[in-house]
């Protein structure tokens, strides 16, 4: 095994898609998850190879689809990605859902509420239950990376949930997105405790508003909220801002950290008086 391996779920699009580019240029193989975008996620994978050999590195990538919510092609998921790999370094919990319809908390109906949290929230429970296991039985002996390797943080397993700053913040038009990422932030809290002791650090992002397809329908409103002073930093959040954090954290410089979350927000999370 030349390279360690991240699976990212909803790599596809957005901000899943810059965080496998961006794990790409820094050397990583690369299992890249999607719904049902075959093409993007197509497209994804060979950029991601691309980026790689620009900077220098040769990766591998393969796309996967799988609706992540549903649990029998999650644990497909999990066993394709065994098949692939012999080991996995990095599970990004990316892939999320807003709700398909904005409704009033009194309104939303059950159907909405069970499908964005089975995306949201169960998903990457499961998930992160499935990779844990994966990563304590370790890197197989016949492809344990070579001893200069051993330093590099790369190679030790970690795992990163993309949250929201719905995990704290209160929109009544969309309480299953804010219970979804409220859930997500006590997911980060279990396995981190789990897993520190294995030396498997868990880290949540919590982004901001950032220019994606998801933010798209309601970009004229998010305009005006930011240019009324929405956050400190007036300005959208890009993908490439939380791509920066999660190799901020996969080339280990949070060695002592672990369940921290990293607000890339714009200031969103401060108060003021
Ligand atoms: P996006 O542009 O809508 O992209 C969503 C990605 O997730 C796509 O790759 C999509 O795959 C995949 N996906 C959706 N449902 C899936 C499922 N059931 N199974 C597997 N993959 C699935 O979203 P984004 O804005 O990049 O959001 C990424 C994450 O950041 C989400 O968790 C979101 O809640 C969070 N977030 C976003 C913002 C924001 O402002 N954009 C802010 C805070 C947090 P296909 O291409 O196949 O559809």
Redesign the pocket.
Known sequence: MHNPSALV?????????EIALSLARYGFDILI??????A??MSAASECVQAASLSGRTIRTVAI??????SA?RNRLMMEARRWSPALHLLVN?????PAERADILEGSEASFDRVLA??LK?PYFLSQLAAKWMLEGTPADSTPPPDRRADARWQPKIIN?????AYAASINRGE?CVS?AGLSMVTALFSQRLAAHGINVFEI??????????EAVKEKYDTLIAEGLTPIPRW?S?SD?ARAVIAIAEGAFPFSTGEVLNVDGGFHLRKL
């Open positions: 779920t909803g790599a596809s699009r957005g901000i899943g898609r998850n999607y719904s049902g975008n075959k993007a996620a689809q799988a609706d992540i919510g549903d092609s990316n892939a999320g859902i807003a995306v949201n998903a993309i949250s929201s700053v719905s997105y990422k919590r982004p901001g508003v950032i220019t994606t397809d998801m933010t959040g993908p939380v």
